[in-house]
């Protein structure tokens, strides 16, 4: 059984920052992709960005590069989601993700769901 658990999300003013945490408990983490998605009322889940079990590899959605990072620290089995000049459309419940193979873009195809964490940014 895995259990992925978030923090960090919260209340911010357009142009600043956040980071959410997802902390997993599961074991040979540094084996699994990990992910971030987010879900805005009334819209699809969508893909946020992704990394490979060893870091070495990562994607991101258009609307995010260049201002979000995804770094992992597989000593902590923990991912991050570093969220920079955040803008008001930027607004979702964000959830954290693990895969049993590689990145995909399809949340339909990830393994294991946190419960999800609350960004809410005003303009």
């Known amino acids: 059984q895995v259990q992925l658990v978030e923090s960090g999300g919260g209340l911010v003013q357009a142009g600043g920052s956040l980071r959410l945490s997802c902390a997993a408990s599961?074991?040979?983490?540094?084996?699994?992709?990990m992910g971030w998605f987010r879900q805005a009322p009334g819209k699809e889940r969508e893909f946020v960005a992704s990394?490979?079990?060893?870091?070495?590899?990562?994607y991101y959605a258009d609307s995010v590069k260049g201002r979000f990072t995804i770094p992992r620290d597989n000593a902590k089995n923990t991912i991050y989601l570093q969220m920079n000049t955040l803008k008001p459309e930027d607004t979702a419940v964000y959830y954290c993700?693990?895969?049993?193979?590689?990145?995909?873009?399809?949340?339909?195809?990830?393994?294991?769901w946190g419960q999800g964490t609350q960004v809410t940014v005003s303009s």
């Open positions: 990394i490979s079990g060893n870091g070495g590899g990562t």
């Open positions: 599961v074991r040979t983490f540094g084996s699994y992709t």
């Open positions: 993700a693990v895969r049993f193979g590689a990145q995909h873009g399809n949340w339909r195809l990830w393994d294991y």
